[in-house]
């Protein structure tokens, strides 16, 4: 009997123990159940926030190219009508007028360079805080550009009784040729906007293993204490002799963060009453081959190289066409203009045979300048000078016109330029 007993007992416990088990086991398989949906629902939260990135970065990318589609259609909205009523104030200075209505033109004129210095500036900063401008580096003349940019300014230096002198050497380097035009260009205007005697000078050396831009000027002078605070925004130094305040500010903010962007240095030295001395500097390795020496060091802008020259002219704003004719014609060109690249075509067909195009980048019809020159040449039988006229300075319009190999002049047209621009197009040096 008592073994009876401990058999059911033995089974009892057994049973108990088997049970325990099952319960165990069914636990764990929950376990590891609740385990396995929770890793399924992280792995689907992490795919599902994944494609959200995804399609955030998308939108961004999208935003990015509208914003910079918006940019270059205000670009050319806004600088139409004011290339239009610059080339035509321009045309009046050139021309013989009383005392009282000349400093009337003056006074509009430099009222038209401010409004377009502003634009310009709002453009370039807009760019440079959302990172929408990156350098494009290509091999560049850069005694080229700066001569370039010499010619230019000898027209500013002639106007303020200013002697201006450039010491350039061959090179060629590695840049953004645009960003460092931009660069010049800029400390060259603040060079001679405080300098009311004597000049300014622009130069180019080598110096412990770099290469060293300097723009020195015997204008009025920044106190030591206040260097770093004129490349800050919407700041300007007004000091004694300056004229009050000019701009708004943004130029040597402009320069500072394009210096950034290219890997560059920046500094300046002055003395209040005695002037200031800007260097841009250029690591070793920006210098790629030495250009061959040529007599273009020694070249003078030659005002009278204009006369008789037949350009062509193609803009489909008809204020444009009449402000660049009449600024034109004052220097001795015979300008035909035309409104399209057919009209152009129907000119040429006519007998006239144009030494030099400058065609607008924006024409109707969704056509562009450069396909008005292609067809051009096409129907003259050979590449005639030609170059685009646009308010787009966006990257991709940049390049395009590198592949085309065709100059671009950036509206509002600076009369300096443009005469510059003509000349070096008629007369390409050797």
């Known amino acids: 009997m008592a073994d009876i007993t401990e058999r059911v007992q033995a089974r009892q416990k057994l049973e108990q123990l088997n049970q325990d088990l099952e319960r165990r086991v069914e636990e764990r398989t929950q376990a590891l159940q609740n385990a396995n949906d929770g890793l399924h629902h992280q792995i689907e939260e992490r795919e599902r926030v994944e494609q959200e990135l995804v399609l955030a970065v998308d939108a961004a990318k999208e935003a990015n190219r509208s914003k910079d589609k918006y940019l270059a259609a205000a670009s050319h909205d806004l600088m139409q009508p004011l290339n239009a009523a610059r080339l035509m104030i321009s045309a009046l200075q050139d021309a013989p007028l009383p005392t009282a209505q000349s400093r009337t033109v003056h006074q509009i004129h430099r009222a038209l360079e401010g409004a377009e210095e502003l634009l310009s500036d709002l453009l370039d900063i807009s760019k440079l805080d959302q990172q929408a401008m990156r350098p494009d580096l290509v091999p560049t003349d850069l005694q080229a550009l700066l001569e370039g940019l010499g010619e230019e300014f000898e027209a500013v230096a002639a106007n303020a009784s200013l002697e201006f002198r450039s010491r350039l050497i061959p090179l060629t380097v590695s840049t953004d040729p645009r960003m460092l035009t931009r660069i010049v260009r800029n400390l060259l205007s603040n060079a001679f906007r405080y300098t009311r005697t004597g000049g300014v000078v622009l130069s180019v050396r080598r110096y412990q293993g770099s290469l060293q831009i300097q723009i020195c000027d015997t204008g009025v002078g920044i106190e030591e204490s206040k260097l770093q605070e004129i490349f800050t925004e919407f700041h300007q130094l007004l000091p004694k002799g300056s004229g009050g305040r000019q701009g708004v500010?943004?130029?040597?903010?402009?320069?500072?963060?394009?210096?950034?962007?290219?890997?560059?240095?920046?500094?300046?030295?002055?003395?209040?009453?005695?002037?200031?001395?800007?260097?841009?500097?250029?690591?070793?390795?920006?210098?790629?081959?030495?250009?061959?020496?040529?007599?273009?060091?020694?070249?003078?802008?030659?005002?009278?190289?204009?006369a008789d020259a037949c350009v062509l002219v193609i803009d489909n704003d008809s204020a444009v066409?009449?402000?660049?004719?009449?600024?034109?014609?004052?220097?001795?060109?015979?300008?035909?203009?035309?409104?399209?690249?057919?009209?152009?075509?129907?000119?040429?067909?006519?007998?006239?045979?144009p030494q030099v195009v400058l065609a607008d980048f924006h024409l109707d019809e969704n056509r562009t300048g450069c396909e008005a020159v292609a067809l051009l040449r096409k129907a003259l039988g050979y590449a005639v000078p030609a170059a685009v006229i646009t308010a787009d300075q966006s990257d991709e319009t940049r390049r395009l016109m590198r592949e085309q190999k065709l100059p671009m002049l950036n509206k509002p047209v600076k009369p300096n330029r443009l005469r510059a621009l003509l000349t070096s197009l008629l007369f390409p040096p050797v």
């Open 249 to 306: 500010g943004l130029g040597l903010a402009i320069v500072d963060r394009m210096v950034r962007i290219l890997g560059y240095q920046i500094s300046v030295s002055s003395r209040p009453g005695r002037g200031s001395r800007f260097v841009v500097t250029l690591p070793a390795e920006s210098e790629t081959q030495s250009v061959q020496d040529s007599p273009r060091s020694n070249h003078v802008f030659a005002f009278d190289s204009l």
């Open 321 to 353: 066409l009449e402000s660049m004719a009449l600024l034109l014609s004052g220097w001795g060109c015979r300008v035909v203009a035309a409104t399209s690249a057919e009209d152009a075509i129907e000119l040429i067909a006519g007998g006239t045979v």
